[in-house]
């Protein structure tokens, strides 16, 4: 038998998960000492009541016989299928509910998509970027290249006629730079895709932050999108299912590459693989689109909306560098007096308890940047800003 040995070529560990180790050894070593942990991008504030509720109402549905429901579609109950179509409407945007597939989180369809692409393509992501779309193809052995994401051109690279590629990765509101494209930004990307026919996968994790006019919710706001994108989205950013797990992914009809169809690949592959998410967190997450539900999970947004103003205003009168904040949960700054984002990492940790994210983390062109969250509960962010300014002004 053979190993994968792609696996030789993946670094030894998550980056996520070394952070965490880092902050647990410290806290082991000074247990006195208050954390203040504004690094992983993990929701605070608890599920809205109407999902509670809707939750609550299903669970003792499978606990009577007249209203037990045992396996569910794969591809999700038509019910949270046409929820998620009719929150698209409410940006614009209109979809076919069937061309929704309801999931257990984006991470986990932005890695599984890649069975339905060849070993030999050619991959294009951002640097920096969130590091499963590059773990998940350096599993498969694909080549990847990477498009620069830099101060220079606002953390938003945009096609350069000059690389070729296949499959195309962008995230937006971006993780972790917070950057953020207009609905015109994107278009030059489809363009770029339609003419090379490659397949662009649109991560839209964060896209409920979006609040500045002419900036993209959707790839499909775009003409042309839904003949060369898949969409890929949460309920763990929009209505704090991080520990509940859900999420949908968008494969248009009108989606082929070499006269086969990527919509029904998708679903062969679904309901091969893949027993669909529980019966109980699919009423919870369409409660989360109901009226009452939209509402209570803006009230959320809005806390971390607040979260994030705070951040920036801390780092606007220490004047230092950042950008997202605005239009993303994350707060992407430059690393004051520190070239090596790691060291910078250490430093506030030891110094003022502070945890964010080292952008080297996220790829080469991170380094000498650093992440903050606005996820953490906003006591936490007050207390953090308040060490910020004491260590930099």
């Known amino acids: 038998m053979k190993i994968n040995q792609n696996y030789r070529n993946?670094?030894?560990?998550?980056?996520?998960?070394?952070?965490?180790?880092?902050?647990a050894a410290f806290a082991s070593k000074y247990p006195e000492r208050e954390i203040l942990k504004m690094g992983i991008g993990d929701v605070t504030l608890p599920l809205a009541p109407a999902v509670v509720s809707a939750m609550e109402e299903a669970a003792r549905e499978q606990?009577?016989?007249?209203?037990?429901?045992?396996?569910?579609?794969?591809?999700?109950?038509?019910?949270l299928r046409e929820a998620i179509r009719d929150y698209y409407k409410t940006f614009?945007?209109?979809?076919?509910?069937?061309?929704?597939?309801?999931?257990?989180?984006?991470k986990s369809d932005l890695g599984n998509v890649l069975d339905l692409f060849g070993a030999e393509n050619t991959v294009l992501i951002p640097d920096p970027v969130y590091p499963v779309y590059v773990d998940t193809n350096t599993m498969a052995g694909r080549k990847i290249v990477f498009a620069a994401a830099n101060e220079q051109n606002g953390f938003l690279p945009m096609p350069d006629e000059n690389i070729e590629a296949d499959i195309i990765y962008i995230c937006s509101p971006n993780n972790p730079t917070g950057a953020a494209y207009s609905v015109k930004q994107l278009r030059a990307w489809v363009e770029y895709a339609n003419r090379r026919g490659a397949v662009i996968l649109y991560d839209a994790a964060y896209e409920s932050f979006v609040s500045e006019a002419g900036l993209a919710r959707s790839i499909y706001e775009v003409e042309g999108a839904r003949e060369c994108a898949i969409e890929f989205c949460s309920f763990s950013k929009t209505a704090g299912f991080t520990g509940t797990r859900c999420g949908y992914t968008v494969v248009p009809f009108a989606l082929e590459r070499e006269g086969m169809n990527l919509h029904r690949m998708w679903l062969r592959r679904q309901t091969t693989k893949f027993n669909g998410v529980s019966y109980i967190v699919q009423r919870g997450a369409a409660a989360a689109f109901s009226s009452a539900g939209?509402?209570?999970?803006?009230?959320?947004?809005?806390?971390?909306?607040?979260?994030?103003?705070?951040?920036?205003?801390?780092?606007?009168?220490?004047?230092?560098?950042?950008?997202?904040?605005?239009?993303?949960?994350?707060?992407?700054?430059?690393?004051?007096?520190?070239?090596?984002s790691f060291a910078f990492f250490d430093y506030l940790l030891e110094r003022a308890g502070v945890v964010g994210t080292p952008g080297g983390g996220f790829g080469r062109n991170g380094e000498g940047y650093f992440r903050l969250t606005a996820f953490a509960d906003g006591a936490t962010v007050q207390k953090a800003c308040k060490k910020l300014q004491e260590l930099f002004g």
């Open 294 to 340: 939209l509402e209570q999970i803006r009230q959320n947004i809005s806390a971390y909306r607040a979260n994030a103003k705070t951040i920036c205003a801390a780092l606007d009168g220490l004047k230092i560098w950042y950008t997202g904040g605005k239009n993303s949960p994350y707060v992407w700054l430059k690393c004051p007096g520190f070239s090596d």
């Open 92 to 106: 614009g945007v209109f979809l076919d509910a069937d061309e929704i597939f309801v999931s257990d989180g984006a």
């Open 10 to 23: 993946l670094k030894e560990s998550y980056l996520f998960s070394d952070i965490a180790r880092k902050v």
């Open 63 to 79: 606990g009577e016989k007249a209203t037990f429901r045992g396996y569910g579609p794969e591809q999700g109950y038509p019910f």
